[in-house]
């Protein structure tokens, strides 16, 4: 077996020269022109795999960003008491400080916390950073391309990310705040700068911004879709594509279908803003007159963004479905279970996601008949998701489990997507939905289900891809802590508001003590608070083992340090633009050839050929 | 210095797991990298064990300990007639998520500790299983097929408006009869509005809305809108239907009823509504408190009282609204028939009260339908009563409506109300003869006074015998500024004095 393990780079680099494909690489890129200063290899890149760890670093610093503002609102809620006046220095007029010194924070500011930290966290980390990274890094990698099928557009994308994200950066510093209408935006709200500080220059520069996020998704989106669709080396079929990139693929088409639905719900909300059109407005009394708007529907825009905002959820856990079930088959070393009904799994829902954005509406005024369809729909898709919990669970059946971050993320992920996906039955039912809109049940069921499930799952993808990022292992004793300090933290921090959100409490609150059905949590909003702060301080942990391990973690020597069969370990340790030196590599069999064989090896590598043998029981 | 000392600390923490984490990784290395991650599987299966033991215990541990705050539980079941429905709905799911969050969190748990790599341990080769997978697609389907028939039929019935032949009302007695009320939100409060005497909520316009004068926009010129009132307090009356029409001023709002089940958002333009009916009265829901231990502690507002005397129904906006979003509370009372009839006695009109005779009342000048009813009223009473008076002082009633242009004995078009009821009056009773007096105030000539006071006398006989009243039966007499009743020294004095009045003089008694 020591044998077999030894020789297998030789051997691999061996199989590729015979029978990988040549196109002529080096004639064309000898030297590689493109990535000849400093500049043009680590700035304006065109390297996917660079581009991905721009994704992943700018979204590092964002996560940051809205995680720190989450912990300012939890102290808000945990302690509304508390002198806060410490936070003045980086607040500034944001803290209110009384005649006693006592400083407290702003509802107005309050708002705006909540509003960035959804926009950053579901736009930013969950859609740029995860979606953003790992198809960038993993579709040319695993399905033997040399890059994106367009570099060019690639590299926009990431600097439309860029340029989205500097201008949400400085709408944080304007007077007025930034925006503070809740991530949906909803008008008449965000359309009047009248009915709240935020929705005047806020607002106007979340919506540029997030134009140009679209703009970022949509070059990023074409591109995976093509590569995937155009660019895999000889013998990959897409049956045998691994389970990350049909994720991805399916992703894309998400994306690409319902972002730009968005940006036509912004158009017209800018038009309402700033020509006096009235999409969304109608019969509006505010600031002591009456406003020249009538015939239009606030609920239209709800549709709109909700046709993008629902698959959006998707585009966020998608990413991490398929992330999750290459890192468990890998560390359980046997093949994922049920490839094709994960296939299918990840299709229907896919598919299903576009039917059911109406359920975010059921109590918004829309006619009760119309929700029907959407409850069917939205519980139809529970059949899909339990398929595919069932069988990650099975993959880890009579498997040989390697206990690493990576994978102790990956089980993670399932018990977090199991907890939360059981919640959103109650509130995909609109029967049980009148009580729990819009209280913290469902801040429970969509923090759990799409926030800490799609974490856990980029963080898996982290620990397990670093090793071909950046040549270094990230130190996995630190990475195991940081999986059970957040394992621990997010629950508690997220298991307890079902409770408050069962005793009716609203989300978005920035008191409780007016009411006196409310007020009654205290302790354990206390309680909350205290674990949000630690499981930040876990978050923390990761980040300085992220940056470590960059410059001193432990070097890679193997060039496939996981035993796994995927392309992306064939390639040279530290991948230059381009992936692999000499031919790219054929592929003869799926993804997940894992298993304890008679030679005492437990994986076959994808471009090894199969036996006679195999040949008649195909797969 | 305390801020100092915790920031320290926590670094110190920081540094001494990220030098655990180097030293094992050296030691790991030392043991050989083999061996290491046999312990580590170990060591994670175990874990993943307790984890998931203390898991489940603490998820099932803290819903008993919370139990008695959820609403649906302990003493909180639902305080409408529909809400029930839904909390058993919400049960039903309970009990099959339950079983699956148990058993898959479980199996995940205790594969992850079972088939953790150890010392020469294998794998499976077990790519799939269709018989396996065809059941497993197959229970959650029919599950789900259950909880959406069981849900949708509830939501179609909780989410219909009333029935066609329903009928408003302020005091909803009938089977069909039911009461609509409107709540208006808006930054950052709410307005109620009940329909008044007529069961009937008026018509209303965004453009209309005047903050001081007509805070709903309410349409003085809608009859309905004559008698609606607006209500500090959302105050039911147990077991009747409630249709709550609900608007907003100038964001989304959202009208929360948590302990009713009741949940619908207020948009600008376009009306919603909510229909349900309220079961439990606030005291009946104060006892059920009572009883609960967790309800039976001091106040955190009052500490002189229990935290169930406090216990009030509450409104809430459950839409994102603005920077005051939190505090558009507004207090709910159910309460029965009888103190409802008497909450309503102490409420008056918003348009009487606040509105009518205004320079912002368009009705300004005109007597308004409801209004010749209670005069009418009224007159009858003063008039049945000077019948039936047995001193001769309290035989005179003052026809305090009939109004002359000024100057002159040309009867206002308003006169000819109270005119036609002392016209049903003489001809009710056939037999009663009358004087008709008028009087001016001191100002002016005397002689005039007594003139015009004579004219104006003889034009109500002229109105009453042109509409069918016998000339004899009448007399009428200018009495000037002889018989002041106040005082002419202020304005509000003289107009006092200047007035119209009949006297009953001779009955069927009499004669």
Known sequence: ?619 | MIGLIIVASIALIGIITVQIARLSEVAGRLRGEADMQFVTNKRNGTWMIGFMVIFLIACIGSALYYKNYMLGYGPHGAASAHGPVLDRIFNITLFFTGIVFVLTQIALFYFAYKYRGVKGGTSDHISHDNKLEVIWTLIPAVVMTFLVVGGLDAWNTVMADMSRDGVPALVPSAENEYLEIEATGYQFAWDIRYPGEDGLIGEKNFRLINTGTNPLGQDWKDEKNWDDFMASEIVLPVGTPIRVRITAKDVLHNFYLPHFRVKMDAIPGIPTYFVFTPEVTTEEYRERLKNTPEYNVPDDDDPSKMRWETFEYELACAELCGKGHYAMRKIVKVVDESEYREWLSNQQSYYVSQVRGTDADPNKGEVLGYEIEDRKADFNVAAESALNATVDSLRTVQLEYVTFETGSATLTDNSKYELENLVGFMKKYSDVSVELAGHTDNTGNADSNTALSQARAEAVYNYLSQNGVNGDRMRAIGYGSARPVDTNDTEEGRANNRRTEFTVLRTQGDV
């Open chain 1, 1 to 619: 077996m020591a044998d077999i393990i030894a020789n297998r780079p030789l051997q691999e680099e061996k199989l590729i020269e015979e029978l990988g494909f040549d196109d002529h690489f080096h004639e064309h890129h000898h030297g590689d022109k493109y990535q000849s200063n400093f500049i043009t290899k680590y700035i304006f890149s065109q390297d996917h795999k660079v581009i991905a760890r721009q994704f992943l670093i700018t979204g590092m610093i964002w996560a940051i960003i809205g995680g720190l503002m989450s912990l300012v609102f939890r102290l808000q809620l945990g302690f509304p008491e508390e002198n806060i006046s410490w936070l003045k220095p980086f607040l500034g007029k944001w803290i209110n400080v009384n005649a006693d010194g006592i400083g407290t924070l702003d509802p107005q500011f309050y708002y705006a916390l909540v509003t960035m930290h959804g926009t950053i966290l579901v736009f930013f980390v969950l859609t740029a950073g995860l979606s953003g990274t790992f198809s960038n890094l993993l579709i040319p990698l695993q399905l033997g391309a040399r890059d994106m099928a367009s570099p060019l557009l690639n590299m926009l994308s990431y600097w439309f990310f860029f340029l989205s994200s500097v201008i949400m950066f400085y709408s944080l510093f304007l007077s007025t705040g930034p925006f503070s209408g809740g991530w949906v935006a909803y008008p008449p709200l965000s359309a009047l700068p009248e009915a709240s500080e935020g929705s005047g220059a806020g607002m106007t520069l979340w919506t540029v911004s997030l134009v140009f996020f679209v703009v970022s998704v949509l070059l990023g989106g074409i591109n995976y879709i093509t590569t995937v669709l155009n660019l895999r080396t000889k013998g990959m079929s897409m049956w045998r594509m691994p389970l990350t990139i049909w994720a991805f693929f399916v992703t894309a088409i998400l994306g690409l279908l319902s972002f730009p639905v968005l940006v036509s719900a912004f158009l017209l909300l800018m038009f309402d803003r700033g020509l006096g059109t009235s999409f969304y407005l109608s019969e509006i009394f505010i600031n002591g007159q009456a406003l020249e708007h009538v015939g239009g529907s606030p609920i239209l825009y709800q549709h709109l963004f909700w046709f993008l905002g629902h698959p959006e959820v998707y585009i966020i856990i998608l990413p991490a479905f398929g992330i999750v079930s290459e890192v468990l088959a890998v560390n359980a070393r046997k093949p994922i279970f049920g490839y094709k009904a994960m296939v299918y799994s990840i299709l229907a829902i896919g598919f299903l996601a576009f039917l059911v954005w109406a359920h975010h509406m059921f109590m918004s005024g829309v006619n009760p008949f119309i929700s029907n369809f959407f409850v069917i729909f939205t519980l139809i898709i529970a059949v899909p998701s339990a398929v595919k919990v069932f069988n990650w669970i099975s993959t880890l059946y009579r498997g040989n489990i390697r206990f690493n971050a990576a994978s102790l993320f990956a089980i993670g992920f399932v018990s977090m997507f199991i907890s939360g996906g059981l919640t959103g039955l109650f509130l995909g039912n609109s029967a049980i939905d009148i009580q729990l809109h819009d209280t913290y049940f469902v801040v429970a069921h969509f923090h759990i289900v799409m926030g800490v499930a799609a974490f856990f799952g980029m963080y898996a993808g982290v620990y397990h891809w670093f090793p071909k990022m950046y040549g270094r292992f990230m130190n996995d004793t630190l990475g195991k802590i940081h999986f059970w300090g957040t394992m621990i933290g997010a629950y508690a921090i997220f298991w307890p508001m079902h409770y408050i959100g069962l005793a009716g409490v609203p989300r978005r609150y920035a008191r409780f003590d007016g009411y006196e059905t409310f007020e009654m949590f205290a302790s354990l909003n206390q309680f909350i608070t205290v674990a949000a702060i630690i499981t930040f301080g876990f978050q923390l942990l990761m980040v300085i083992n992220f940056f470590y391990s960059i410059w001193y973690g432990k070097k890679v020597k193997d060039k496939n340090p996981w035993q796994a069969s995927t392309l992306e370990w064939t390639t040279p340790i530290n991948p230059g633009h381009g992936n692999w030196e000499g031919n790219i590599p054929a592929v003869q069999r799926w993804a997940y050839d894992y298993g304890t064989r008679d030679d005492g090896s437990d994986f076959v590598s994808q471009i090894e050929p199969m036996t006679e043998k195999e040949k008649e029981q195909v797969h």
